[in-house]
């Protein structure tokens, strides 16, 4: 006999966020379907959700954390990954300062953007 699993997830595709309900029987996947109780998709997936079960079992999937090295990836735990992360968060950001990030439009005030919108000398 055979061990059936019900798993119910969020689809990773796109932005509709659908709800997936896989079966998985000795550990493959063995079907996918719109999960009829998610409040967003009510059941209905596009082609997209069904492509889940390709993307699990697709050779080339990354299933461990990698740190690039000198010489290209290696793999790591995830304590390693988030640990390299902050070392490199924290070494980039004390070498930020106002003349690597000028003023964009993007970091305009309300003020400044009005004043612009209206003179045209900005």
């Known amino acids: 006999m055979t061990d059936t699993l019900t798993a119910y997830r969020t689809c990773p595709l796109c932005e509709a966020t659908c709800g997936l309900e896989i079966t998985v029987e000795a550990g493959e996947v063995t079907g996918i379907r719109g999960d009829p109780d998610d409040v967003f998709s009510h059941g209905f997936i596009c082609p997209k959700g069904y492509a889940v079960k390709s993307l699990h079992e697709d050779p080339d999937r990354i299933t461990t954390p990698l740190i690039r090295t000198g010489s290209g990836f ?49």
């Open 74 to 122: 290696e793999p790591a735990t995830w304590d390693e990954a988030f640990e390299e992360i902050d070392r490199r968060s924290h070494r980039s950001s004390s070498r930020m300062d106002a003349t690597r990030f000028p003023p964009t439009s993007a970091t305009r005030t309300p003020t400044t953007s009005k004043r612009c919108s209206t003179d045209a000398s900005c």
